[in-house]
Nanobody
Framework: QVQLVESGGGLVQAGGSLRLSCAAS????????AGWFRQAPEKEHELVAA????????NYADSVKGRFTISRDNAKNTVYLQMNSLKPEDTAVYYC??????????????????WGQGTQVTVSS
């Protein structure tokens, strides 16, 4: 069993930055691919970024490429999402997720078993 707790959300002006953290319980977290998803009001859940267990491979949504960076510190059981040059359209609830697959980068929502409770990110114009 893995429990995920996100933090770092908040209100920021357009052009600003935030760093989200996802702290995981469980000794095996370092073996699992992880990802960040988001959901804005009246929009579908969408993948923002995903990372392999080692952190050596990543994948990003086109809308955030060049602005967001996903990383992980397996010694701390934590995954991060550094968000720069934020735009109002980045406003959403951001969720951390972990897959039980042991390899690779997981880009499909159905590939994730464990989810955090979400953290709100609001970008004002």
């Amino acid at each position: 069993q893995v429990q995920l707790v996100e933090s770092g959300g908040g209100l920021v002006q357009a052009g600003g930055s935030l760093r989200l953290s996802c702290a995981a319980s469980g000794r095996t977290f370092s073996r699992y691919p992880a990802g960040w998803f988001r959901q804005a009001p009246e929009k579908e859940h969408e993948l923002v970024a995903a990372i392999s267990p080692s952190g050596g491979s990543t994948n990003y949504a086109d809308s955030v490429k060049g602005r967001f960076t996903i990383s992980r510190d397996n010694a701390k059981n934590t995954v991060y999402l550094q968000m720069n040059s934020l735009k109002p359209e980045d406003t959403a609830v951001y969720y951390c997720a972990a897959s039980q697959a042991l390899v690779g980068v997981i880009t499909e929502e159905y590939g994730y078993r464990y989810w955090g409770q979400g953290t709100q990110v609001t970008v004002s114009s």
